[in-house]
T-cell receptor
């Protein structure tokens, strides 16, 4: 079965610093890959997605992610974090041919210090 | 962009009663809707997948008689928690997908508290 691992439960960065959130997946083929952000008590907002093509994907709010097939990774990056980026971040894998069922990682909580 | 709403956003009910949560796609037709449950500080767990006009497909371990899902139209799916108990208290999130993009659009979630 497919799985998604987000090794970092909690990350704290200073405002203006760069950010990288890790995501590794386990799946037999190339899945669809997503990063979502969730503010407390809210639903999920899609930051970016990878289906095929260019392995460096640009998303909203200045985020980007790079798909590395050899490492089964899809890490999320941002060059300069803003205080408003503090939230929970989820990596998700969607399987081809299964009506887009998503498997989520356990999430990484980002705290931003001023 | 695609918008999904949920109603209510927050509900408190007594143990033994039933509560219905609605999920609506506001500006697109959702051929497939998904229901997730999220425990505090935890990830989302897929409960079931519903396709318009057909029975929902439940994930392993989810009680279909307890969590009734109806997807009667292309813009509305409902989740009814029957005979609710305190352990059913959780954050329930729906998502919707149309025939085009291979992504899901998520609702804002419903906080259920069973007393």
């Amino acid at each position: 079965a497919q799985s998604v691992t987000q090794p970092d439960i909690h990350i704290t960065v200073s405002e203006g610093a760069s950010l990288e959130l890790r995501c590794n997946y386990s799946y037999g083929a190339t899945p669809y890959l997503f990063w979502y952000v969730q503010s407390p008590g809210q639903g999920l907002q899609l930051l970016l997605k990878y289906f095929s093509g260019d392995t460096l994907v640009q998303g909203i709010k200045g985020f980007e992610a790079e798909f590395k097939r050899s490492q089964s990774s899809f890490n999320l990056r941002k060059p300069s974090v803003h205080w408003s980026d503090a939230a929970e971040y989820f990596c998700a894998v969607g399987l081809t041919g299964t009506a887009s069922k998503l498997t989520f990682g356990t999430g990484t909580r980002l705290q931003v210090t001023l | 962009g695609a918008v999904v709403s949920q109603h209510p956003s927050r509900v408190i009910c007594k143990s033994g009663t039933s509560v219905k949560i609605e999920c609506r796609s506001l500006d697109f037709q959702a051929t497939t809707m998904f229901w997730y449950r999220q425990f505090p500080k935890k990830s989302l767990m897929l409960m079931a997948t519903s396709n318009e006009g057909s029975k929902a497909t439940y994930e392993q371990g989810v009680e279909k008689d307890k969590f009734l899902i109806n997807h009667a139209s292309l813009t509305l799916s409902t989740l009814t928690v029957t005979s609710a108990h305190p352990e059913d208290s959780s954050f329930y999130i729906c998502s919707a997908r149309d025939q085009g993009p291979r992504e899901q659009y998520f609702g804002p979630g419903t906080r259920l508290t069973v007393t």
